[in-house]
Structures are given as structure tokens and as C-alpha cells.
């Protein structure tokens, strides 16, 4: 079982930026894919943006694109939302996901973390 634990969020103004990071610990073997998604507050769960095992490929949802940038150094470093550019919509909770699996997007992910804030003001 994979633990995943994200920080980085907190209250930021309309246009600022905040870097959201994924640290995985627990049974890690083999490639995995992991993902960021998000959830308004009334709203169904929304996929935000995924990586491949190997960082070689990146998918994003049609409204974060071009404003944000998921990373990851290589399968065993820390996932990263860079996320510049920020509206009041993007106001959620944000969650890391995982799965092991060499695809990147669309795919059901299995193993969530407990999600962290992210507050846009007007």
C-alpha cells in the first residue's frame, strides 16, 4: 500500500502562484503514475493533471491548462503542482493519487492522499 502526503497549500490572491508537493512513502515497487485532482466545495471531483512513471509524459485538464505544471524528478522523487496564474475557480481541497501502473491519463487511480487547500480570493 502506497502512502501519499500533499503540503503546500494556502490562501493566495487572484494572479499569485503556490507550489503543491506529493511525498510517497510505503510499498513502492514497480512504475507508478500519480496525478493531481481537486474538489470544490458542492462540486463532483475534478482531474487537474497526471504524470507518467518516468516524468516522460504529462496530460492536464482543460482548465488548469497552460497555467499549471505537474512534475516529478524521476519514480521515486516527490510529485509537484506548480500552479501560477490563480483564479477563485481553483479555490479546492487538491489530492495526490497513484497507481501503478506505465500509462498516464485516463486510468483509475486507487491510492489517494488526505488533499490540502487551496483558497483563491477575489
Known amino acids: 500500500q502506497v502512502q501519499l502526503l500533499e503540503s503546500g497549500g494556502g490562501l493566495v490572491q487572484a494572479g499569485g502562484s503556490l507550489r503543491l508537493s506529493c511525498a510517497a512513502s510505503?510499498?513502492?515497487?514497480?512504475?507508478?503514475?500519480m496525478a493531481w485532482f481537486r474538489q470544490a466545495p458542492g462540486k463532483e471531483r475534478e482531474f487537474v493533471a497526471a504524470i507518467r512513471w518516468d516524468g516522460g509524459s504529462t496530460y492536464y485538464g482543460d482548465s488548469v491548462k497552460g497555467r499549471f505544471t505537474i512534475s516529478r524528478d524521476n519514480a521515486k522523487s516527490p510529485l509537484y503542482l506548480q500552479m501560477n496564474n490563480l483564479k477563485p475557480e481553483d479555490t479546492a481541497v487538491y489530492y495526490c493519487?497513484?497507481?501503478?501502473?506505465?500509462?498516464?491519463?485516463?486510468?483509475?487511480?486507487?491510492?489517494w492522499g488526505q488533499g490540502t487547500q487551496v483558497t483563491v480570493s477575489p
Open positions: 493519487a497513484a497507481e501503478r501502473s506505465t500509462q498516464t491519463y485516463p486510468q483509475r487511480f486507487t491510492s
Open positions: 510505503g510499498r513502492i515497487y514497480g512504475p507508478y503514475a
